[in-house]
Nanobody, 124 residues
Framework: QVQLVESGGGLVQAGGSLRLSCAAS????????MGWFRQAPGKEREFVSV???????YYADSVKGRFTISRDNAKNTVYLQMGSLKPEDTAVYYC??????????????????WGQGTQVTVAS
């Protein structure tokens, strides 16, 4: 059974930092892109960042320069280092695994496995 488990969320002051982790089990994802998405109250789930199977990284404009995605294939884990956090970053953050190998998906339905989410709250 494939599972993605996020951790590292919490309450932080504006300007602060958090590091999210996503541990995968049940399958090796080294050949799959891994993405982070977020959903704020009353809003649709949106793309945040993705890292390809080869380590290429891509970011939403809203987080570019503040967030860094990385992966450790030996641990089957993906990370999202978030810095200079703003109140508008408040959301539930989800990690996800691409449906197909060796491609980078951008849409929600490009991803077949999702974690349960971790809450990030940024206080002003």
């Amino acid at each position: 059974q494939v599972q993605l488990v996020e951790s590292g969320g919490g309450l932080v002051q504006a300007g602060g930092s958090l590091r999210l982790s996503c541990a995968a089990s049940g399958r090796t994802f080294s050949n799959y892109a891994m993405g982070w998405f977020r959903q704020a109250p009353g809003k649709e789930r949106e793309f945040v960042s993705v890292i390809s199977w080869s380590g290429g990284t891509y970011y939403a404009d809203s987080v570019k320069g503040r967030f860094t995605i990385s992966r450790d294939n030996a641990k089957n884990t993906v990370y999202l280092q978030m810095g200079s956090l703003k109140p508008e970053d408040t959301a539930v953050y989800y990690c996800a695994a691409d449906r197909l190998q060796r491609r980078v998906g951008w849409r929600l339905d490009d991803y077949s496995y999702w974690g349960q989410g971790t809450q990030v709250t940024v206080a002003s």
